[in-house]
Nanobody, 125 residues
């Protein structure tokens, strides 16, 4: 199993910045991708940004030019730097990882998607 723990959320004024962090721990053979989703009450969870093991990234249009995802593979950590925050960025942000917990020679090899518990980001004056 892989556990994900997010940190860095909080209250920030419009135009401010926050940096979210997410650390993966537990039984990890390989992490293929890590990313961030967000959700507001009454709406579906939506992709914010993702970073793949090869280094490629993809962003939702809402965050392009303002958000930057980065990853420290050695630390199994993914970051989301959010600048020029807007009230509409208010949401619970979830970390996600596509990972293989056990190697094939130990009966594993399947990729699963894991989720963190979420961290609240509130943008308000």
């Amino acid at each position: 199993q892989v556990q994900l723990v997010e940190s860095g959320g909080g209250l920030v004024q419009p135009g401010g910045s926050l940096r979210l962090s997410c650390v993966a721990s537990g039984s990890i053979f390989r992490i293929n991708a890590m990313g961030w989703y967000r959700q507001v009450p009454g709406k579906q969870r939506e992709l914010v940004a993702a970073r793949h093991s090869g280094g490629s990234t993809n962003y939702a249009d809402s965050g392009k030019g303002r958000f930057t995802i980065s990853r420290d593979n050695a630390k199994n950590t993914v970051y989301l730097q959010m600048n020029s925050l807007k009230p509409e960025d208010t949401a619970v942000y979830y970390c996600t990882a596509d990972a293989i917990s056990l190697p094939p020679w130990r009966g594993g090899g399947r990729n699963y998607t894991y989720w963190g518990q979420g961290t609240q980001v509130t943008v308000s004056s």
